[in-house]
C-alpha cells in the first residue's frame, strides 16, 4: 500500500514496538514522517528475539520519521507515565495510541500456574486499559485521536475458550476495550477499533512457538497488519467501534494482490488461520492443503487437537508414506494446541512411520492395528517407541470424534 502522508506531524504511541508487528506499524507510519514513541521492554539485546528501542528508533529514523525510545513494561503505571511526558515534551502531544503489546500462554486451566495468568490479564487487559487511559487527556486535545488496539474480534465459539482459556480471557479483555471505549469516547471525537490477522504471522513470537519453519511456511508478513492499520489510521471516515481482520480492510481500500504479504509464496495455498477466526464460506485459507484420502484423515485431526492432548503426547510423528498416495505428512503435538500439515516436521521427528499408502489407510480405518503392521513388517518405525505405542491411543481419540 502506498503512503499517503497523512500522519505527517502525528505522534503514535505504540507498546512492543521494538520488534514484529508493532515496529513494522511504526515504520509504515515514519515513512509519512510521523513521530513514533517506541514503547517497550527490550532495552538490552535478547538473547532470542531481534531489536531493542534504540536499534527500532534508528530504523524509524532511517525510513523519514522521528522516533523517541522508551523502556515502558505496560505493568507499571509510573513508566508509562513518564514515557508519555517524554512524548508530550519532545513532540507536544498525542494523537495515535497502538496497543500492540501482549503475553500468550497456550496453556489449559489446570496448566496455567497463576504467575503466568496474571502476567496476560496484566499485559494484555491491564496495559491496554492503562495505557489508553493515560493518554486519553493528550487524544482528547487531539484533532485526529485514534485508539488501536491488536487484539480479535469477540468470536464466542465455545472452541476458542475450551483449550486456552486464560489467554483467550486476556486478549478478549483488549477488545472489550473496544467495545467500551468507543462508547466512552464517542463525544470526544476518538475513534476506538481493533486490528487482529485473518492468518498467523510470521513473528520472532510465533517462530518460538511452532518452529521458524512452519511460522514461514504457513503464515504472512507483519507489513499486511501495517498497511491495515494505516488505512484505519488515515481513512478520512473515522471509522470506530470496528472489529477489523487485516485481508478484509486491505480489500476495502483497494488491494487485490495479498499474495504479496506470505512469506514463502510455494506455501501461499497453505496458511494457517490465526486464533480467534472461524473459517468462512468458501475461504480459500484451511490449515493445510489437502488432497487424496491420506490428506482427508490429517484433516480429521483438526477435530481432536486441542491443548490438554498436546499436553498428554508431548511430541511429533513423522508419516513417510510410500506408493499410490506417496509424500511426507506429520503431526505436531509439542506446542500449542497441535499443528499438523504436508511435508516434514519443523525439527527432527521423535518417531518415524515408514509405511505404503494402502497400509497407512488400513490403519487409519481400524482394519489394522498398527502393532500387526508393525510384527508384520508393513510398517517401520524408528526413535522414540514408547511415542509410537501412543499412537493408537490417539487413532481411538480420533475415531470417537468422527
Not at 119 to 128: E, K, P, Q, S, Y
Amino acid at each position: 500500500m502506498i503512503n499517503t502522508g497523512k500522519l505527517a506531524g502525528k505522534t503514535l504511541f505504540i507498546t512492543g514496538a521494538s520488534r514484529g508487528i508493532g515496529k513494522q506499524i511504526a515504520l509504515k507510519a515514519a515513512r509519512d514522517g510521523a513521530n513514533i514513541v517506541v514503547a517497550a521492554k527490550t532495552a538490552e539485546p535478547h538473547p532470542k528475539l531481534p531489536g531493542t528501542i534504540y536499534t527500532a528508533v534508528k530504523e524509524i529514523e532511517d525510513a523519514g520519521g522521528k522516533g523517541l525510545a522508551c523502556i515502558v513494561d505496560v505493568r507499571d503505571e509510573k513508566q508509562i507515565t513518564a514515557a508519555v511526558e517524554e512524548a508530550v515534551r519532545k513532540f507536544g502531544g498525542i494523537d495515535i495510541v497502538i496497543n500492540n503489546a501482549s503475553a500468550i500462554s497456550l496453556t489449559s486451566t489446570e496448566t496455567t500456574d497463576m504467575k503466568r495468568y496474571d502476567l496476560m490479564h496484566n499485559i494484555n487487559t491491564r496495559g491496554t486499559f492503562l495505557v489508553s487511559k493515560v493518554c486519553l487527556p493528550y487524544l482528547k486535545k487531539s484533532s485526529w485521536a485514534h485508539i488501536l488496539n491488536l487484539s480479535p474480534p469477540l468470536n464466542l465459539n465455545p472452541r476458542w475458550f475450551s483449550s486456552h482459556l486464560a489467554y483467550t480471557m486476556a486478549k478478549y479483555g483488549m477488545s472489550m476495550c473496544v467495545l467500551g471505549m468507543q462508547e466512552e469516547f464517542k463525544q470526544d471525537n476518538i475513534s476506538v477499533n481493533a486490528l487482529w490477522p485473518r492468518t498467523a504471522i510470521d513473528t520472532a513470537a510465533l517462530q518460538m512457538l511452532l518452529g521458524a519453519d512452519q511460522s514461514k511456511k504457513h503464515g504472512r508478513k507483519p507489513e499486511i497488519l501495517a498497511d491495515a492499520a494505516y488505512w484505519i489510521l488515515t481513512h478520512e471516515s473515522k471509522p470506530t467501534g470496528q472489529f477489523f481482520l487485516d485481508d478484509e480492510v486491505l480489500l476495502k481500500a483497494g488491494v487485490r494482490n495479498l499474495d504479496q504479504y506470505v512469506v514463502d509464496p510455494k506455501y501461499k495455498d497453505e496458511l494457517h488461520l490465526d486464533f480467534f477466526v472461524d473459517p468462512p464460506e468458501g475461504a480459500p485459507i484451511t490449515k493445510a492443503v489437502v488432497s487424496g484420502k491420506i490428506g482427508e484423515v490429517f484433516k480429521s485431526f483438526e477435530g481432536i487437537l486441542t491443548a490438554d492432548v498436546v499436553n498428554s503426547y508431548k511430541c511429533t510423528y513423522q508419516f513417510n508414506i510410500t506408493g499410490e498416495e506417496a509424500g511426507k505428512w506429520y503431526l505436531n503435538l509439542k506446542q500449542g494446541s497441535g499443528s499438523w500439515g504436508k511435508g516434514d516436521v519443523s525439527s527432527e521427528a521423535d518417531t518415524t512411520f515408514t509405511m505404503d499408502s494402502s497400509i497407512f489407510l488400513s490403519i487409519f480405518r481400524g482394519n489394522m492395528k498398527s502393532t500387526a503392521a508393525f510384527v508384520a513388517g508393513k510398517m517401520k518405525i524408528s526413535g522414540d517407541m514408547m511415542n509410537a505405542m501412543k499412537l493408537e491411543k490417539l487413532m481411538s481419540l480420533r475415531k470417537s470424534k468422527l
